[in-house]
């Protein structure tokens, strides 16, 4: 009875490549979710609900969704489908995450969904072995998260002033 139980588990994992390959893939994996992990750590320490997790869960979901059909080894045009098809439907989960703010009349959370969805691309590229190309997405993308917040809030803070000062200025001409 066990031997049974046995030789169906040792199928099921029986399509996993060498001690080489399964590395390669792990190491893909783990790039996905720690270099995810970075910008999910950003997005969550500027305060938003898609943190950690979620950014993780997303780049492991698309390294998985192209790791795959990689490993049944797809023709290149095929693989583009996937990653048409990754691409497309990160945008549903991004699109969940941006709320109009009807009572302000504002759009809020476009950032974090541009964010889910670079993330998703992180994912595929480390997916499909191109580590180098997810960690240069990964770094660009902290700068315009981190670095661009404090030129965005610079702007704001001047373009604030200029009202006030202008506002000021229509007073005294009434």
């Known amino acids: 009875m066990m031997a049974a139980w046995w ?16 590395l390669s893939i792990l190491v893909r ?10 910008l999910g750590a950003e997005r969550r320490l500027a305060g938003k609900e898609a943190g950690l997790r979620t950014h993780m869960l997303v780049a492991l979901g698309a390294a998985l969704l192209i790791l795959i059909p990689q490993q049944m080894h797809m023709p ?12 497309v439907g990160i945008g549903f989960l991004g699109a969940g995450t941006i ?9 809020q959370g476009l950032t974090t969904s541009a964010g889910i ?22 770094i660009l993308a902290l700068v315009i998260l981190a670095v661009l917040r404090r030129v965005e809030s610079w702007l704001g803070n001047r373009q604030d002033r200029h009202k006030a000062e202008k506002s000021g200025q229509d007073q005294l001409r009434v």
């Open 117 to 138: 969805w670079l993330t998703a691309a992180v994912g595929l590229a480390a997916g499909m072995g191109r580590l180098g190309f997810a960690a240069l997405g990964t």
């Open 29 to 38: 994996l783990l790039a996905a979710a720690l270099l995810a992990g970075l």
């Open 99 to 107: 709320l109009k703010l009807s009572s302000q009349e504002r759009v």
């Open 76 to 87: 290149p045009e095929d693989l583009g489908r996937v990653i048409q098809g990754v691409a």
């Open 7 to 22: 030789q169906g588990v040792a199928q099921d994992f029986s399509n996993l490549p060498g001690a080489g390959q399964v």
